[in-house]
């Protein structure tokens, strides 16, 4: 198993930047793809971004591209979210993913889920 802890959420105003760290410990990261979602009130969780083990194929839900970036680092077993020119729609718990499969969108493609951390952008 991998257990996965996300971390740099927070209260933004509307424009600002958060980077999210998501640290993995036990298995080794680049045995999988990773990916972040997140889940506003009332809302069903959604897709935000993945990138392969490689770290050199990555995908983004068409609302943060451009303005969101998925990296990883598998020597320090970490994967980051950038998120720079945020918006009040941006509001949500984001949560880190593991995928023992392909770099996939759907929340069952994932196997692994770290605990969310909230990220609130003011207007």
């Known amino acids: 198993q991998v257990q996965l802890v996300e971390s740099g959420g927070g209260l933004v105003q509307a424009g600002g930047s958060l980077r999210l760290s998501c640290a993995a410990s036990g298995r080794t990261l680049s045995n999988y793809a990773m990916g972040w979602f997140r889940q506003a009130p009332g809302k069903e969780r959604e897709f935000v971004a993945t990138?392969?083990?490689?770290?050199?194929?990555?995908y983004y839900t068409d609302s943060v591209k451009g303005r969101f970036t998925i990296s990883r680092d598998n020597a320090k077993s970490t994967v980051y979210l950038q998120m720079n020119s945020l918006e009040p729609e941006d509001t949500a718990v984001y949560y880190c993913?593991?995928?023992?499969?392909?770099?996939?969108?759907?929340?069952?493609?994932?196997?692994?889920w770290g605990p969310g951390t909230q990220v609130t952008v003011s207007s």
């Open positions: 993913a593991a995928s023992s499969g392909f770099p996939l969108r759907r929340t069952r493609d994932y196997n692994y």
């Open positions: 990138v392969a083990r490689s770290g050199i194929t990555t």
